[in-house]
């Protein structure tokens, strides 16, 4: 758990998101104090992507801290540890302390009963910036869970594009990771695959963090499909493929998602990785430079998958907050919309402090943020995004393509 409030005051920051010194609060508002909780998996078999996640969502806070906000953003971060025991546990910690709203969690399988045992029955606030199992969206939730994310309903559909279409590939096997996100997406994958003309010759689920996958590699590509798809997390993934490298073979075409685009994927694995695609949810948002910049600068690293998603989670329910004027988890769950669909002023990441100053006044604005629009559907779903297509090799992977989706 930590929590942080600084009040460096920088000259600007990230040149178009410089912002003088703020003024001009209601008396009501000044120094109030915003209680922001963030649940991610800084541990465990998502744990290499979580650390990151976790900076992303607590961005908000420092950037507001270093231009001299009179907003005081505490946050509360806890590690789910991608278990969905442990991640209960850590929400639940949050929800003791006062915080109305929460920044998470990470896997679907963390996520869900995190909601339906901590957030909804204490009326707070979840916005998960990379939970995409399709069984969010209809959870039962009173409207207190949204997120930035796309669903996996539409990643397996480009999975199965990418697979059949484009690379012509008529059967293939699926290993995915059995839980909520890994049966979720190979359902909708299959189902997608097969409707296109083509066959899945064997789906196996696996146990996270095993010593080794070599049987379960061995039932999946018993009957020589012409691909592999792998649905897992990095600390799984690592062993799935130093196995898969060792006892199959190397030139087997591969395609991981989201849960698997990490940079240090092949250089853990020790293989240049050449036969492996990726999709990933894109960070394509109207303000992804000045995220870029400014989570480099903080950090000083490039940002990652649902990095931005991350950012934009605690950003709008920072937002929602000052509009409120309270830490009240309805009433900021009522202003999660107002203050992220289109109906005024647009703001977002280069100029959050003011956008923040808007908020507080009442003002109608519009967030365009980082990883999206970020506009909400009537389930808290975004009804934008992009995904990036990856190919990667020589221990790195790269973005070849892109695909834009727009809710109708």
Do not use: K
Not at 216 to 225: H, R, Y
Not at 301 to 314: L, Q
Not at 322 to 344: F, K, L, S, T, Y
């Amino acid at each position: 758990m930590s929590r942080i409030s600084r009040r460096s005051v920088l000259a600007g920051i990230g040149g178009a998101g410089a912002v003088s010194v703020l003024g001009g609060l209601g008396a009501a508002q000044d120094g109030r104090e915003i209680l922001l909780g963030i649940l991610q998996p800084e541990s465990g078999d998502l744990g290499e992507l979580g650390g990151p996640i976790a900076d992303g969502a607590q961005l908000p806070a420092i950037q507001l801290a270093d231009a001299g906000s009179e907003f005081d953003v505490q946050t509360q971060r806890e590690d789910s540890q991608t278990l969905s025991e442990a991640g209960i546990s850590a929400a639940q910690s949050i929800v003791d302390a006062g915080f109305p709203m929460i920044t998470g969690a990470a896997a679907s399988d963390v996520t869900i009963p995190v909601a339906q045992e901590v957030a909804i029955p204490n009326q707070v606030v979840l916005c998960s910036p990379a939970s995409t199992s399709p069984d969010i969206t209809d959870l039962d939730d009173d409207g207190f869970v949204f997120r930035t994310a796309p669903s996996d309903a539409l990643q397996g559909g480009v999975i199965a594009e990418l697979a059949f279409t484009e690379r012509e590939w008529d059967n293939g096997a699926i290993l995915a990771l059995n839980d909520a996100y890994g049966q979720a997406l190979a359902g909708v994958f299959e189902e997608s695959f097969e409707e296109l003309g083509g066959e899945v010759t064997a789906n196996e689920a696996f146990e996270p963090e095993q010593p080794s996958y070599t049987s379960i590699l061995e039932s999946a590509l018993a009957d020589d499909p012409e691909f592999l798809l792998v649905i897992a997390f990095p600390v799984s993934g690592v062993q799935i493929f130093r196995d898969f490298y060792t006892d199959f073979d190397p030139d087997l075409p591969v395609i991981v998602t989201d849960g698997l685009i990490d940079d240090d994927l092949p250089v853990d694995v020790d293989n240049p990785m050449d036969n492996v695609l990726g999709t990933a949810p894109a960070a394509e948002g109207p303000d992804v430079d000045t995220f870029n910049e400014l989570y480099d600068d903080e950090y000083g690293r490039s940002p990652g998958v649902f990095n931005a998603h991350a950012y934009d989670a605690s950003a709008v329910m920072i937002l929602a907050n000052a509009r409120v004027g309270d830490n009240d988890g309805p009433a900021i769950r009522d202003e999660m919309r107002a203050v992220a669909n289109p109906n005024g002023e647009a703001v977002g990441p280069s100029n959050f402090p003011e956008a923040v100053e808007l908020a507080a006044a009442g003002e109608e604005i519009t967030y365009q943020g980082a990883s999206s629009t970020v506009e909400f559907d009537d389930n808290g779903d975004p009804v934008s995004f992009t995904y990036d297509i990856y190919e990667f090799g020589d221990f790195e992977f790269d973005v070849v393509d892109q695909i834009e989706f727009e809710e109708e």
